[in-house]
């Protein structure tokens, strides 16, 4: 049977599920009409390949993580956890999964305006940065595990802002730029965390070993 504490998590988890489904539902919606508007008669491989397609590529390579992670912080620290973290703590990390959550809501509104879009992408990573180092403060077993994500997000975020505000660049350049790093953010994110957000089932390793 659940504990008092699981069925808290499992709830916040559901609710911050249905948030980001409708960032998703709310961007692909949103990216569908401006390909139909901007290419009235082309061919779906033609709408697809446009410098405006890389918000919705960056919308889903963001959310996919930020939601996994998310949910893997929340069982391991209060499902699997010490039972040693401060009175408060769930209540400040779901605050601001919920805050991020209406960030990638606020993106995928954005679909149709690359640049403002990813000044909006700015501004999620400076709050999982905020969120990361809040972790530190309030739990035990969070900062060793949410390190490396603040890394990540604080080395994408300069990128970012400075493809941004660089002038050696145009509008195009700029949002292709922009995409890449989005994609790249995640490629690391995975690649330094897979045993995060993957972690080897208890005993396999000791199996292995033997």
Avoid at 128 to 154: A, C, E, H, L, R
């Amino acid at each position: 049977m659940a504990t008092p504490v699981e069925r808290s998590v499992d709830w916040l988890q559901r609710l911050y599920a249905v948030i980001v489904g409708l960032a998703l539902t709310e961007g692909f919606k949103n990216a569908l009409t401006a390909a139909n508007q901007a290419l009235p008669t082309a061919s779906l491989f033609e709408k697809i390949l446009r410098t405006d397609t890389w918000p919705i590529i960056a919308l889903i390579f963001t959310i996919v993580p930020f939601f996994h992670g998310a949910n893997r912080h929340l069982d391991d620290t209060y499902v699997f956890g010490t039972d040693h973290e401060k009175s408060f703590a769930l209540v400040i990390d779901f605050l601001f999964f919920f805050v991020q959550g209406t960030v990638l809501y606020w993106m995928a509104l954005m679909i149709q305006y690359p640049r403002y879009f990813f000044q909006v992408y700015c501004f999620l990573l400076v709050i999982d940065i905020v969120w990361g180092i809040g972790v530190f403060f309030y739990t035990s077993v969070g900062w060793p595990k949410v390190k490396t994500w603040v890394w990540i997000n604080f080395i994408a975020v300069a990128f970012a802002l400075i493809f941004l505000a660089t002038p050696l660049l145009s509008g195009n350049a700029k949002i292709h730029a922009l995409g890449i790093v989005a994609v790249v953010r995640t490629v690391f994110d995975y690649a330094y965390q897979w045993k995060i957000y993957y972690p080897l089932r208890e005993g396999t390793q000791d199996t292995k070993q033997e």
